[in-house]
C-alpha cells in the first residue's frame, strides 16, 4: 500500500511542477493579450471542466496508443499505460483548474504596477519575475494546491489511459476501486480514510495560508 | 540642446490629440488644463507608457520617438509619479525606494539614497511594509522610489490630486525642497492652478487635446488674450529678490523687475530668492500718486491694453515702472471706472496693490 501512495504523489507533485510551468505563462497570456481569439484558447484550456473524464481519457487513449502519430513520432513508444502518459493526462485533465486562478490573479492587479516597474527600468521579463508572479502568489497557491489535489483524485482519465500495473500506473483512486470490487473493506476504508483527511487539511492549509497572504499586504488599492 | 521637443497626434478612445510643444529641459515645466483635456496622456507619451501614431519626442538632443524609432519606457532615463503613489505592496519601504535604484547599476549614481531619504523625510518609514503608511507618505515614497532610479526627466501625474488638504500641504515643502536642490528637469501635469503658480517655471497650456499656450509661467499668467487671466483668482506670479529688513515696522523690501514692493515678513536674508502672487482683483489704478492711503505698495505702471471682462469689469494688463519696462502685473477694475477716468494704453498710471502673497518657496 505505500507504493500505492508513493506513485500517487510523485504523479502529483510532477504534475503540479509541469502544470505550473506550463500554466504560468498561459495564464500571463491570457490575462494580457488582446488577441481576439484568446477567448477560443481560455475555451480549449476550460474544456476538462464539463467533459466527462472518460471522454478525456478515451482520446488521449488514441493518441497515445502505440501506432498513434504521436508515437511514431516518439520511436514507435506508445505513452498509454505508463507513467508519463499519466503525468501528460493529469496535466491536460488539471490545467484549468491551474490556469484559472493564476489568470485571475495576473488580471487583478490590472497595468499600473507593470507600468511603475517599467518606468523604474525594469524590463518586461525583470517585471514578471519580480513584480507580477509576486502580487500574483495567492493564485499560484490556489493554482499549485488544486492542481496538485485534483491529480491526486482523478479516476477516470487514469483509469482509460493508465490502467492498474503495480508501480507504474496503480494510483490510490485506482486502487481504491480494485479493493472494493475484490471485497478488500479494510483497505478500501484505510485508504479512503487517508485520502478524507488529506483533503480537509489541505483545503483549510489553502485557505489559512490565502488569509494570510491577504492579510500581509492589504491589497494593492491601498498602496 | 536643452529643450525637450514633443509632438503627438492621434486618436484614442474618440479622443483626439494634437499636441506640440518646445520646453526647456530646466526647472518645473507645468502642463496645465481642465480634467480631461489631454495632459496625462501627454505625460505618458513622454514616459513611452503611451504610443502615439504620429509622433515625435527629443529630450536634450536625444531622440526618443521619431517614426518607427520607439525607445521603450524601460530603456528611457525618466522617473515617474503617478496620480496614485502605486507602491509594490510586496515590498518594504525600502525595497520599494531600491527598487530603481538596483537597476542602474552600471551608472555611478547622482542621487544617494541617503539624501533621497533626508530630503523627503523618510527614515522613521524604512522598515514598515508600503501598505500602513498614509496617503501623503505613500506619495513621497514614490517620489523617492522615481528619484533613486536616477531620472535625467521627473514626470509627475498630478501627485497631489488623490490627497486631501492636510497631506497635501505636508508634501508641497518637499517638493519645493525637490526643485531647489536637485536639478532635474520636472514635467508637471496639474488642473491646479494655485499648484503651478506655487511650483512652475514654465507652463503648457493645454485645452481638449491641444496646447493654447506654452511659455514662462509670467507671461502666460499675465496674458489677457489667455483663460488663466479671466479666472475669478487670476494672478501674476513675480520672482523677487530680498533687499533689506526694516525690524522697526517688519517689512521687508524685495526688488521685483521694475519695482521694489514691501511684505509685513522677516524673509530671511538679503539676496535670498522669492516668489509672489498678486491677485488682479488685489490691484486698482489711480491716475495721481495716492495720498493718505493705508495702502504701502503703490507703484507707477504703464498700462499696455485692456480688455472687458464679463458685463462690468474691464482686465488691465499693466508693466511695472514708468517706462513701462518692468514685470507685468493685471489689475480687475470696473468698466465703469475705466471710463469714467479715460484711461488710455500708453498711459503711466500708479498702480495700488492691496494684497501681495508670498508664494512659499525657497529657491
Known amino acids: 500500500m505505500g507504493e500505492i501512495v508513493w506513485l500517487t504523489l510523485k504523479l502529483a507533485t510532477i504534475s503540479t511542477l509541469v502544470l505550473l510551468v506550463v500554466g504560468t505563462p498561459l495564464a500571463w497570456w491570457l490575462a494580457r493579450t488582446k488577441a481576439w481569439w484568446k477567448e477560443i484558447v481560455a475555451a480549449i484550456v476550460a474544456l476538462p471542466i464539463v467533459l466527462p473524464p472518460t471522454v478525456l481519457g478515451f482520446y488521449l487513449l488514441v493518441v497515445m496508443s502505440p501506432d498513434s502519430l504521436l508515437s511514431t513520432l516518439l520511436g514507435g513508444r506508445g505513452l498509454a499505460f505508463s507513467f508519463e502518459g499519466l503525468v501528460i493526462g493529469s496535466v491536460i485533465y488539471s490545467l484549468p483548474f491551474v490556469v484559472q486562478p493564476i489568470r485571475n490573479a495576473f488580471e487583478a492587479f490590472g497595468e499600473r504596477p507593470l507600468e511603475v516597474a517599467a518606468t523604474l527600468r525594469a524590463s518586461p521579463l525583470d517585471t514578471f519575475f519580480t513584480v507580477a508572479v509576486p502580487l500574483a502568489s495567492p493564485g499560484f497557491l490556489t493554482g ?20 492498474s500495473i503495480p508501480g507504474e500506473t496503480k494510483v ?29 487539511a489541505v483545503i483549510l492549509l489553502m485557505m489559512l495560508a490565502e488569509k494570510g497572504l491577504a492579510r500581509r499586504r492589504a491589497g494593492w488599492g491601498r498602496a | 540642446m536643452s529643450v525637450i521637443d514633443a509632438r503627438f ?5 474618440g479622443f483626439t490629440l494634437d499636441t506640440a510643444f518646445n520646453v526647456p529641459a530646466k526647472g518645473v515645466t507645468a502642463l496645465f488644463g481642465p480634467s480631461g483635456c489631454g495632459k496625462t496622456t ?16 527629443s529630450v536634450e538632443g536625444e531622440v526618443w520617438q521619431q517614426g518607427r524609432r520607439f525607445i521603450p519606457p524601460h530603456k528611457r532615463p525618466i522617473g515617474y509619479v503617478f496620480q496614485e503613489a502605486s507602491l509594490f505592496p510586496h515590498l518594504s519601504v525600502t525595497g520599494n525606494l531600491r527598487f530603481g535604484l538596483h537597476r542602474t547599476k552600471n551608472e555611478t549614481p547622482r542621487i544617494l539614497f541617503d539624501d533621497v531619504v533626508a530630503l523627503l523625510g523618510l527614515s522613521r518609514l524604512l522598515d514598515r511594509p508600503a501598505s500602513v503608511l498614509s496617503g501623503g507618505e505613500r506619495q513621497r515614497v514614490a517620489i523617492g522610489r522615481a528619484l533613486l532610479s536616477q531620472p535625467r526627466l521627473l514626470l509627475m501625474d498630478e501627485p497631489l490630486s488623490a490627497l486631501d488638504r492636510f497631506s497635501k500641504d505636508d508634501i ?29 517655471d514654465h507652463l503648457v497650456l493645454m485645452e481638449s487635446g491641444r496646447v493654447k499656450a506654452a511659455g514662462p509661467l509670467e507671461d502666460l499668467l499675465a496674458d489677457p488674450a489667455l483663460p488663466l487671466a479671466g479666472m475669478p ?27 521694489t514692493l514691501l511684505v509685513p515678513a522677516n524673509l530671511g536674508p538679503v539676496g535670498s530668492a522669492h516668489r ?8 486698482s489704478l489711480s491716475r495721481s500718486a495716492p495720498q493718505g492711503s493705508t495702502i504701502i505698495n503703490s507703484l507707477a505702471v504703464r498700462i499696455l491694453s485692456a480688455e472687458p471682462l464679463g458685463e462690468h469689469q474691464m482686465n488691465v494688463l499693466v508693466r511695472l515702472g514708468p517706462d513701462g519696462a518692468g514685470a507685468r502685473l493685471l489689475a480687475r477694475i470696473t468698466r465703469k471706472s475705466w471710463m469714467d477716468l479715460a484711461f488710455q494704453p500708453g498711459e503711466t498710471v500708479y498702480a495700488q496693490i492691496k494684497g501681495v502673497a508670498l508664494v512659499d518657496r525657497s529657491l
Not at chain 1, 499549485?144 to 490502467?163: C, K, P, R, S, Y
Not at chain 2, 497626434?9 to 478612445?13: H, I, L, P, R, V
Not at chain 2, 513675480?238 to 523687475?257: I, K, Q
Request: proline share 2%.
Open chain 2, 9 to 13: 497626434a492621434g486618436g484614442q478612445g
Open chain 2, 172 to 200: 508641497l515643502p518637499y517638493l519645493e525642497r525637490l526643485h531647489s536642490s536637485l536639478s532635474i528637469p520636472v514635467l508637471y501635469v496639474s488642473h491646479d492652478i494655485s499648484e503651478v503658480e506655487r511650483l512652475a
Open chain 2, 42 to 57: 501627454v505625460l505618458r507619451c513622454i514616459a513611452g507608457l503611451n504610443r502615439m501614431k504620429e509622433g515625435f519626442l
Open chain 2, 276 to 283: 509672489l502672487r498678486i491677485l488682479s482683483s488685489d490691484v
Open chain 1, 172 to 200: 490510490l483512486s485506482i486502487a481504491i476501486f480494485d479493493y472494493v470490487e475484490s471485497l478488500q473493506w479494510d483497505k478500501a476504508h484505510l485508504l479512503s480514510a487517508g485520502m478524507l483527511v488529506f483533503s480537509f
Open chain 1, 144 to 163: 499549485a494546491v488544486l492542481g496538485f489535489a485534483h491529480t491526486i483524485g482523478e479516476f477516470g482519465v487514469v483509469l482509460m489511459i493508465g490502467g
Open chain 2, 233 to 259: 483668482e487670476a494672478a501674476v506670479a513675480l520672482n523677487a529678490r530680498m533687499e533689506g529688513y526694516d525690524p522697526a515696522w517688519g517689512l521687508s523690501t524685495l526688488a521685483v523687475h521694475g519695482a
